[in-house]
């Protein structure tokens, strides 16, 4: 149950870091051209993010999400001390390659931001999160 718990949070979080990423830019370029993004209207953009990608980009990542966690457990369990690190590395690659994949599959730049590698970089750090984020919930608390 632990595992199931840490993989929700972990995509969830991955989740709402690589819409949030996805959209700033957006925002960023209307800001430059002359008009006014408030703290509301950003917030506001980013909540519309978040819940209109609910079905499109939180089960691909889902997906991509579990095969890389599958792939750092088989790892960790022999290398114990790559433990975070694995399963951070496994965030940030599953990713990657899920955007790469949507980019080749589509012809097109299914997450407009990953045309530019810092806008992939950004979906990776949001995977490489979601990994910190599953293996802190997964790991025990220390009783003393």
């Known amino acids: 149950m632990r595992t199931l718990w840490?993989?929700?949070?972990?995509?969830?979080a991955t989740h709402i870091i690589g819409t949030i990423a996805s959209a700033a830019p957006h925002l960023s370029w209307l800001a430059s051209q002359g008009m006014d993004i408030t703290t509301s209207v950003r917030l506001d953009a980013?909540?519309?993010?978040?819940?209109?990608?609910l079905l499109a980009y939180l089960p691909l990542a889902g997906i991509a999400l579990l095969i890389g966690f599958a792939v750092a457990s088989?790892?960790?369990?022999?290398?114990?001390?790559?433990t975070t690190l694995g399963y951070a590395?496994?965030?940030?690659?599953?990713?990657i390659v899920l955007m790469l994949?949507?980019?080749?599959?589509?012809?097109?730049a299914a997450?407009?931001?990953t045309r530019s590698v810092g806008g992939l970089l950004a979906q990776g750090a949001a995977g490489a999160i979601g990994g910190l984020m599953?293996?802190?919930?997964?790991?025990k608390p220390v009783t003393n």
Do not use: D, H, W
Request: charged residues 10%; aromatic residues 12%.
């Open 46 to 53: 980013y909540l519309q993010a978040i819940t209109g990608m």
């Open 6 to 12: 840490a993989f929700i949070c972990a995509l969830l």
């Open 89 to 95: 590395l496994a965030g940030f690659a599953a990713m």
């Open 111 to 113: 997450i407009p931001s």
């Open 101 to 108: 994949i949507l980019n080749t599959v589509f012809e097109i």
């Open 134 to 139: 599953f293996k802190l919930m997964k790991t």
């Open 74 to 82: 088989f790892i960790v369990v022999r290398v114990p001390s790559l």
